[in-house]
């Protein structure tokens, strides 16, 4: 039987997105655009994915409700209005649609710089009022103005790309803008935010709010580094720019005129100390805010989401690797194999496991791993604390939780095997290792400690280790049979002759407490234990 997946759209997007979701049967989708808090709250655990753009906040509270929500798209870039951190360690992707709104965004932020340069706001509106102010609103040329862009990422390219049309030199603030890329894009770049400020007839900004970035044009700035009679564009996010301060730069006439599409508050409250400025031009967060950008993010967020819920797709994530159809590829058969690897180590390690170690060989050695890695740790952490709540989003995270460090290696050298995954887990001065690789596509476990074996990776597995003398897998099967337990496969496994034995069962039902026990009354059984991996 098919399943189906419950999606909430909660901000405006697209028709087209819409119709999308309606299209597909393993769909159902509820539109509840501008759902109350309250509302989001009560229904939250409804829905496996919720596209919003940025007015809807899903809150930690929201995702803590949300006991089957996997997925949430951002119809849009920033993400500030959903708590990543939080819905990393519920498992919850969290995935964005970066350059569907890229050009719109470009071109509002132009037409910011453009309109405030010209006052064509308090033009329009001196008109309006029946006034002819010919001589108040002489504006200033860009040609052969210095522009300075903070946050050279596709937005800022974009407006650079604008700003070189209309003869402005430009400067770029990026610290993670190479001097190459800078060089290839036509742009000077500054390493220093201080250093090009006092340069700057313009500033705009197109870089996320985060801790760094809050305030990055703060009343220091605005009073004492900027040019004086400096214009500024904020297109990116309102906490960019302190407003309180930005204010009083305006009212000195350091700060000539600022243009904004975000502000600290949205929708800024009656103490917004802007407002009444003559030099300030308004939009209300109108940046994407055109058909073409909505009919991108809106179709794409539909795709992502859906693709997510229905094949384990992830891309664009702020929160997780991708896992494209090309990845999943590549390394899907290693995913649910480690996994099982992850199951078996917890089954024969000590409990309270301090460190989880994994080491690729061979072709795996040269892929990108961190979801194989993931995987394991997965299987561990669930097999080992019964965290069945773990996915390969919050393992980290979880192990971080639990004290688990994590450490990943890789050879090139894989001995006899095409591909080897090795785990091996430690708690105090004990050490589990197990290792297997995939045989024609066939898992198989190829070592737990020092007993190399050939055993099958799935399903329910018994381990016996014993004193290597005749008669033990008679004694093994004899106790199985009797209480109805059949073995499937059994692969065994000897130091020497006469020394330890292992020997790796598979078996086609789970044997009780009783089976276990009873095998390990037997003098010669050293230890039994059983998982299903
Ligand atoms: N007003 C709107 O409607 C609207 C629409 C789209 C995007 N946005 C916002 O615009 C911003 C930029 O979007 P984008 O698509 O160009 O993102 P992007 O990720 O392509 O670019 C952001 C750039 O900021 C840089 N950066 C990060 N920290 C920095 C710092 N401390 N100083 C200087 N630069 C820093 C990054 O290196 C990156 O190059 C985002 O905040 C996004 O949410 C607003
Ligand atoms: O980050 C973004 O994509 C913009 O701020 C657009 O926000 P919106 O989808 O609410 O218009």
């Not at 539909?302 to 590829?329: F, H, W, Y």
């Not at 989003?393 to 090139?412: D, F, M, V, W, Y």
Request: proline residues 4%; glycine residues 8%; aromatic residues 4%.
């Amino acid at each position: 039987m098919s399943t189906t997946h419950r999606i909430l759209v909660a901000d405006p997007i697209s028709e087209a997105g819409i119709e999308k979701l309606k299209a597909d049967p393993a769909i159902d989708v509820d539109v509840r655009i501008g759902i109350s808090p309250e509302d989001l709250l009560a229904d939250a655990a409804l829905y496996h994915g919720i596209i919003v753009r940025s007015q809807t906040k899903i809150t930690r509270e929201v995702l803590e409700k949300a006991s089957n929500l996997k997925a949430i798209g951002r119809a849009g870039v920033g993400v500030d209005n959903i708590d990543v951190e939080a819905a990393t360690e519920h498992g919850v992707i969290v995935m964005n649609t970066p350059a569907g709104n890229t050009i719109s965004t470009a071109e509002h932020a132009f037409t910011l710089m453009m309109s405030m340069a010209r006052h064509i706001p308090q033009a329009h509106a001196s008109i309006v009022a029946g006034r002819w102010d010919r001589k108040k609103y002489v504006g200033v040329e860009l040609y052969q103005k210095t522009l300075l862009i903070l946050g050279m990422g596709r937005i800022g390219t974009e407006f650079a790309r604008r700003a070189m049309a209309f003869g402005m030199r430009v400067i770029a603030y990026d610290p993670f803008l190479s001097a190459s890329r800078a060089r290839l894009l036509s742009v000077e770049l500054a390493d220093q935010i201080d250093d090009a400020l006092p340069e700057a007839d313009f500033i705009t900004m197109h870089m996320p709010l985060t801790p760094d970035t809050k305030h990055l044009l703060n009343r220091e700035r605005l009073t004492e580094k900027v040019k004086p009679g400096v214009r500024i564009v904020n297109c990116a996010r309102g906490g960019l720019i302190d407003e309180a301060a930005l204010a009083d730069a305006l009212e000195s006439g350091r700060v000539a005129g600022a243009a904004l599409d975000v502000y600290e508050a949205e929708p800024p409250g009656d103490d917004f100390a802007l407002r009444g400025s003559e030099k300030m031009v308004f939009t209300p967060h109108l940046g994407a805010s055109t058909v073409e950008a909505q009919e991108n993010v809106g179709t794409e967020i539909a795709d992502t989401v859906r693709n997510q819920l229905v094949d384990g797709t992830v891309v664009n994530s702020v929160n997780m690797p991708s896992i494209d159809p090309k990845t999943l590829e590549e390394i899907g058969a290693y995913l649910t194999f480690t996994e099982s690897l992850g199951r078996l180590a917890a089954t024969v390690a000590p409990r309270n496991a301090e460190r989880f170690r994994i080491e690729y060989s061979g072709g795996l050695s040269e892929k990108d791993t961190t979801l194989v890695t993931r995987a394991g740790l997965k299987g561990l952490i669930d097999a080992a604390w019964g965290d069945t709540e773990i996915n390969y989003l919050n393992a980290p995270a979880n192990a971080k939780r639990l004290g688990l460090q994590i450490t990943e290696s890789k050879q090139a050298d894989p001995g006899e095997f095409t591909d080897l995954i090795k785990i091996i887990v430690t708690a105090g001065d004990q050490t589990t290792t197990v290792a297997g690789t995939l045989f024609g596509g066939k898992p198989r476990v190829v070592l737990i400690n020092d007993h190399h074996v050939e055993g099958k990776a799935e399903g329910n597995v018994l381990i016996v280790e014993n004193n290597d003398q005749p008669g033990m897998i008679g004694q093994m099967g004899s106790i199985l049979g009797n209480h109805g337990v059949n073995i499937a496969h059994m692969a065994l496994s000897r130091s020497g002759a006469g020394e330890k034995a292992l020997v790796f069962i598979n078996l086609d039902s789970t044997p009780s407490d009783e089976v276990l026990d009873e095998l390990r009354a037997q003098p010669s059984i050293l230890s039994a234990v059983t998982a299903e991996i």
